[in-house]
């Protein structure tokens, strides 16, 4: 189960690295400069390139401290059922996510570094697509009733109280 913390803490690196990620992405192939002698699209292109940059281990620490108890421990668990497929697809797209980035600062190739970036803003995309929908169908409100039933109302803060037998 993840904690409120490292929740708070994915969703936020998620949200600033998915967002600058989109705005870097619309800057760089869909914004148009009024200078024809300039480097890039946007003035605000390298400021949002840098948050990106800065935000996306932050993100990549938030899902390495959930991949053992959450991803692994749900994915072993055949009694999780809620946001299962959501969250097993958007884990599979994590690898080459983070490695497409990675890759990406370092290729020398203008045609590789186009090649990549497209891929790398795709999977983002997609990951944002994922994650909203793996919140949405693993929430508590997602459950049936009967699932409820069986273990118990949810009470605040998260915790279940115990059916009484």
Known sequence: MIGRSE?????????????????????????????????????????VAALHILAAPVLVFGLGLITRDHIIGRFRDPRARRGRKTGIVAAALLIPMVASGYVLQALGSQAWRDATGWLHLGLGFLYLLLLAAHLR?????????????REGAAIPGGRRRLKRR
Do not use: N
Not at 16 to 42: C, E, I, K, N
Not at 137 to 149: E, I, L
């Open 7 to 47: 929740k708070i803490l994915l969703l936020a690196a998620s949200l600033a690295t998915g967002v600058s990620g989109l705005v870097y992405g619309w800057m760089r192939h869909f914004a148009r400069s009024q200078d024809p002698f300039s480097v890039v699209s946007h003035p605000w292109q390298p400021q």
């Open 137 to 149: 169908f693993s929430s508590p409100g997602a459950a049936s009733p009967a699932r409820g039933a």
